[in-house]
Nanobody, 124 residues
Framework: QVQLVESGGGSVQAGGSLRLSCAVS????????ITWFRQAPGKEREAVAG????????YYVDSVKDRFTISQDNAKNTVYLQMNSLKPEDGAMYYC?????????????????WGQGTQVTVSS
């Protein structure tokens, strides 16, 4: 069993920053991959950034490269998403998800465990 708890969402103006946290608990061998997804109203849930917690490989979609940074603190068993230069189109509910293994990190069906989400609102 794995539990994921997101926090850190909020409302910011365009150009601002937020840091999201995903606290991970439970069996460690099923949360090797942690990925942040987001879902805006009327849109599909999409992957944003991921991390292979075993070897530290990082994954980003093009739309957030150079603005978002995913990282982990193993001592706190927490994965972070630092979001800078936020744009209105970044506004969404953000979820973290965990998987033992993935063939394609952006595929949401690969992930077995999900958090409840944290809302990010970016005003222009």
């Amino acid at each position: 069993q794995v539990q994921l708890v997101e926090s850190g969402g909020g409302s910011v103006q365009a150009g601002g920053s937020l840091r999201l946290s995903c606290a991970v608990s439970g069996v460690t061998n099923v949360n090797k991959y942690i990925t942040w997804f987001r879902q805006a109203p009327g849109k599909e849930r999409e992957a944003v950034a991921g991390i292979d917690r075993g070897n530290g490989t990082l994954y980003y979609v093009d739309s957030v490269k150079d603005r978002f940074t995913i990282s982990q603190d193993n001592a706190k068993n927490t994965v972070y998403l630092q979001m800078n230069s936020l744009k209105p189109e970044d506004g969404a509910m953000y979820y973290c998800a965990a998987a033992r293994r993935v063939r394609w990190w952006r595929e949401r069906l690969e992930y077995d465990y999900w958090g409840q989400g944290t809302q990010v609102t970016v005003s222009s």
